[in-house]
């Protein structure tokens, strides 16, 4: 098979360890995708659907973008490689500078990573050289939450919080993480938006200082809507009070934006819409709109001068960084992406939509499979009634959603709908419709 040839059908599907993946069903079931373009995805039985998930959130400008595939040739073209240590070249300064436009106060200071996971490994590390740069050596522990999804790699698998993610590999976890609760409550049922209650959650840092020592505990991350793990929207008054809590006692608030990065939310990033400014803040997913890899971890000035004036001239400053930070090709495609973010006002069209999105997802409420329904801008879980053990049930409507001809991604009990932010309402309207088949199909195994 030559490059050119990666949709056609393989010879053979046992060589691949497919990442979290049920494997043993995939390879008696496979689904290959072949195609893709604008909003749907072409399956290897010719048959189209529509991508309500943005892949993994991370295609939201459509699939096949001419303008981010032309940047990305005529880059690798014009200079394929620039080793990020010690050498640089302009356009990840002016990526830096595109990026920075956006992101909320003044996280004006850009340090490119690999993914989401790098992100999030990045800030702890950027978090820790900051407090040892400020004499504050002693603040080890990080403060994550239940229910968080942050990554995979060992910093990102200890913050997080979904027990299947982290029961196999707690004995190389890092030590001294501990977790606030997670604010899905049960009176949270089909509340569409900030659930009114639950702002008490934030009090658990407030506890984890007193039990813990404020003066040890390093930062705090939350993800500001808990995505992965099946959409939790915070609720109203919750994160300014942990940037509250933060202040008082000289923690640093991380949020990982991974997912609600670059427009899900109807802002650039959710801190501007729910008006918080955390001290650091990770991106990756919708960077490059998903088509090369890339993270970015933003940091307030105050942050990175911290680092900087810890360090003699001449001296590397801050011991971390990776062979893929910012290189061109990335860079390339995260500059596109940029132009197009511009042109075509996406955040402003995020928000217009987002209410016919949410009124066509909520319509869903009325089907005896649903359990329970939370959303907001362009996001939306779908909790699913258990037919037999906890966990089953989001993969297997995946499935008959699937044949439904609409694509979306499944955890646990939960259906997790993204649309792309290019959807007209034709498009809103199909997913919702494809979804209520899928779902009624399901239910009636
Ligand atoms: C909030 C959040 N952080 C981090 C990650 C990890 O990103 P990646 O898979 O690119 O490493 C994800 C992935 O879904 C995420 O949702």
Known sequence: MSPADTSKI???LQEHWMPFTSNKDFK???????GAKGVYLKNHHGKTMIDASSGLFCNPLGHGRKEIAEAVAKQLEQLDYVQPFQQGFGGSFE???????????????????ICGSSAVE???????????AKGQGQRFRFVGRERAYHGMNIGATSVGGMINNVKTFASVLMPGVVHMRHTHLPDHKFVRGQPTSGVEMAEDLERICMNFGSENIAACIVEPIAGSTGVLVPPKGYLKRLREI???????????EVITGWGRTGSAFASQEFGVI????????ATTNGVVPMGAVAVKEEIYDAVMDASPKGA???????????????????????????????????????????????????????DNIRGYGMLA?????????????????????????????????????????????????????????????????
């Open 10 to 12: 393989p010879n053979s």
């Open 28 to 34: 008696e079931n496979p689904r290959l995708i072949t």
């Open 95 to 113: 990526l830096a500078r595109r990026i920075s436009k956006n992101t909320p106060g003044n996280l004006n200071r850009i340090f490119y990573t």
């Open 122 to 132: 990045t800030a702890i590390k950027i978090v820790i050289a900051y407090h040892k």
């Open 246 to 256: 933060c202040d008082k006692h000289g923690i640093v608030l991380i949020f990982d």
């Open 278 to 285: 955390p001290d650091v803040m990770t991106m990756a997913k």
């Open 316 to 370: 590397v400053e801050l011991f971390h960084g990776y062979t893929y930070s910012g290189i061109p090709v990335s860079v390339a495609a995260a500059l596109a992406v940029q132009d197009i973010l511009e042109k075509e006002n996406i955040f402003k069209k995020v928000k217009e939509m987002s209410s016919y999105f949410l009124d066509g997802i909520f319509s869903l409420k009325d089907l005896s499979g649903v």
């Open 381 to 445: 879980g779908i909790d699913m009634k258990l037919k037999e053990k906890p966990g089953r049930a989001g993969f297997e409507c995946f499935k008959t959603c699937y044949e439904a001809g609409v694509n979306f991604k499944a955890t646990g009990d939960c259906l997790i709908i993204a649309p792309q932010f290019i959807c007209e309402k034709k498009h809103i309207d199909e997913i919702i419709e494809k979804l209520r088949t899928g779902i009624s199909n399901y239910m009636k195994k």
